[in-house]
């Protein structure tokens, strides 16, 4: 047997999307999240295109799944042991933070969100497999939850030196220039130019 | 023929304003500069710089975005063949016969004949665009619910099949897009669907954030984990110009190369990179020098580039005529004219007539420009190349962010954008083609809208879209082609084609 493994892989996650889209439309038995109105062929309710392309998906899906199994070979790329504990703790990590946050009242905003992602991946990027993944996601992460409280600049600074990590090749001195470069650029194209809404310094919003 | 002339005029009129041609200019130079860089295409940088257009007026707005498409198309060829680093992917056949002809010391050649064969090509698609444009709109006039739902279909399909990879996929990620679609306010009861409650989300998926996060950061995240050493130019550009030869040898596959990329551009799915493959196959079998493929044959250099100009500029047909994308740039472009508030679709050419002959004008406008300002710049190109990624990494995620965060100006957008960086980064993982999925995206709302519409009229009787004969034949041409491309035969030949 030559199992593509990416096949197999594909083929799970569109049923598993097709399966909670299902759900929560509640063509399943009647139970689900938002129970869309099904209607008849001749006057759709909200629930039946939904329906239709979810099915669909899920057929494509077993397809894959099924054909997956003399496609190969075709593998993912192997993992360490240090990437999957990296992910397993940074996604419960993650799912922790969002949990209490929202629980606590912590939500305006999605700054629960942003933090949970934040950590997350920053967990993630301890092992040096996922850590383009890892940095690159975290600083657009920390740009979205210092814009607002802190302003464009600071932003900007923090989501250059997160990223840089991502490349071993960045020295701390072409960081910092290729910050300020960026914090004047951006300025003047978004500020200056275009004078876009967005809070530049902090306190400014 | 009159009353074209007379279009074309209003259209030169519109394009010639002064603003109109800085943009054309702007997005032209962009492009280019897109185009030379690899690692970053004309989708990540449409959507990047989508918000920076809502200011202008639509028509400036759609000029200075496909200023960027076409202009990505020539400086994608420059790198090509100076350095063998295809910019785009509908450059890649150019480095077969290009960088061969550098290194023959003819790299001025053949960057003038890539240069001249987009310009010959970009002026006779105009003309094709201008010419086909409103006799479309007249047939598209006449379709009916149930004929869009199935040209719809077809168009979705056959992205599919073109697209690069297992067609089953493919059309597995067009599902997918046409289920994100769904995510949002229905529109004909106003309920809210797999909104969880989020009130950002009852507009729907951001159409920004997802091309964004799979296109532009997905790809940032690719490109780091496989660092490639970048050569430095080595050896000189040589005399720009033909010899008489040479240039004799040209004529012959600038215009095959115009024709079939003309057609190879209307197709859905097609687009620019399906043209460059399809007409280097052709030169190779029917040139008269083709014993000199593969040590630097000019005719492998004249044809695929005007191919994949030409196929750039028709591929605006389906759009403009009726409102469908060929391809996931025309994706965008749908997306940029909805939020300028404009339908795209048959009668944009009668509501709109600035914007529709205006865009033709300009894209002859901006393939000139392209013309006289690419080869005297391409000292500056090959410098920009000299910018190590380290730098330009950055650069890109600032202005992804800021770019997201003020569509809305909102920091879920931003969230969003970094959501589906994860997913798209999964999709490569997992060679799962991510352009059908933005295509079912914007055309899987426009289909639920028909088909509902359809089945209203038709009484919920299904058979309507067999018994009409517009749709029934739409749908028997999709169906045709996914039981061909089913077929083992047909398939090896598209995966040799589209080969990279």
Known sequence: ?205 | MELLLSNLAHGFGVALTLNNVLFALLGALIGTAIGVLPGIGPVATISLLLPITFGQPATTAIIMLAGIYYGAQYGGSTTSILLNLPGEVSSVVTTLEGYKMARNGRAGAALTIAAVGSFIAGSFSTLLVAASGPALTQVALSFGPADYFSLMLLGLVISAVLAQGSVLKSIAMVVLGVTLGLVGTDVQTGQQRFTFGVPELSDGLGFVSIAMGIFGIGEIILNLERPEARSVLSGKVGSLMLTRAEAKRCVAPVIRGTLLGSVLGILPGGGASLAAFGSYMLESKVSSHRHEFGTGAIEGVAGPESANNAAAQTSFIPLLTLGIPANAVMALMVGALIIQGIQPGPRMVEAQPDLFWGLICSMWVGNLMLLVINLPLIGMWVKLLQVPYKYLYPAILVFCAIGVYSLNNSVFDVYQTLFFGILGYIFSKLKMEAAPLLIGFVLGPMMEEHLRRAMLLSRGDITVFVERPISATLLGIAFIALAAMLLPGLRSGKDKALAE
């Open chain 1, 1 to 205: 047997m030559k199992v593509s493994q990416k096949d197999l892989w594909a083929g799970g996650l569109l049923m598993f999307l097709a399966f909670i889209g299902l759900w929560i439309n509640g063509g399943m038995l009647g139970l689900g999240l938002e129970q869309h109105t099904l209607g008849s062929a001749r006057r759709m309710g909200p629930g039946y295109m939904p329906m239709l392309v979810l099915w669909l998906q899920m057929a494509l899906g077993a397809i894959i799944f099924v054909a997956a199994l003399r496609n190969g070979p075709d593998d993912l790329e192997s993992w360490k042991k240090l990437d999957f504990v990296t992910l397993a703790v940074g996604v419960a990590v993650a799912l922790l933070i969002w949990r209490v946050m929202e629980a606590t009242g912590y939500n305006t905003n999605y700054i629960q969100v942003g933090l949970a992602c934040l950590v997350g991946l920053l967990l993630l990027a301890i092992s040096p497999a996922w850590r383009p993944l890892g940095m690159v996601l975290g600083s657009f992460a920390i740009f979205g939850l210092l814009l607002e409280p802190a302003g464009l600049m600071i932003s900007i600074v923090a989501l250059c030196v997160i990223s840089s990590v991502a490349d071993r090749e960045h020295t701390p001195l072409g960081v910092a220039g290729m910050s300020l470069f960026l914090c004047v650029l951006c300025w003047f194209v978004f500020i200056y130019e275009l004078d876009i809404r967005v809070p530049v310094w902090p306190g400014s919003f």
